[in-house]
């Protein structure tokens, strides 16, 4: 395969045969799918109750709880991430096919670490702590979005791989039919 000059190969399919049936196989790729969901729905609650308490100065502590909940469930899925990951492409991060979705998580969970960090010291006011979760959501949105592309991606890569076995069935079918119905001569018995 061609590679790129940062070491990573160039269009290479998302998932080799023997990627695609560990990816299948694992528990983790469930354990993924039902986080991720989870993950967006807690973020679209502390979206809304971050805003709320931006523009009226009320909801500090609900604000502040969906914070903590969201970021909580981001380590939890960077975790099993790294866990899938590990079973699918045998390394924990920075898989060539996740490659720039692993290091965009970097800044989505160091911008998440600082909210926590800024909570737990006080060293920004409430407001800026707010404001440095809606950069944290900003971060996890634009990541969220190359996960669903990269899903999406997986999906046409299994339906273009389908439609090729077909074609390789239907040739397989017409190249035994022809051989069948022809005598050693080459005319039809």
């Known amino acids: 395969m061609p590679e790129s000059s940062q070491g990573m190969e160039i269009n290479r399919p998302l998932y080799t045969a023997e990627e695609r049936a560990r990816r299948d196989a694992t528990r983790w790729t469930l354990v ?21 308490f ?19 469930l ?16 045998g390394r924990f991060l920075f898989a060539p096919a996740f490659f720039w979705e692993d290091v965009f998580s970097m800044l989505v969970l160091a911008l998440h670490t600082a909210y926590l960090v800024a909570l737990y010291t006080g060293s920004l006011t409430v407001r800026e702590q707010m404001l440095l979760a809606l950069a944290a959501y900003v971060a996890y949105a634009i990541n969220a979005a190359q996960f669903l592309l990269k899903l999406r991606a997986a999906r046409l890569q299994a339906a273009r791989d389908a439609l090729a076995d077909a074609d390789a069935d239907t ?5 035994h039919g022809s051989a069948v119905g022809a005598s050693s001569n080459g005319v039809p018995a």
């Open 171 to 175: 040739d397989a079918d017409s190249a």
């Open 32 to 52: 993924q799918g039902v986080l991720a969901p989870l993950q967006f729905l807690a973020f679209l609650v502390s979206v809304v109750l971050v805003l709320h």
């Open 54 to 72: 931006l523009q009226t100065g009320q909801g500090e502590t609900s604000a502040t709880i969906s914070i903590v909940i969201k970021t909580f």
């Open 74 to 89: 981001l380590y939890t899925i960077m975790v099993t991430g790294c866990i899938w990951e590990k079973v699918v492409f």
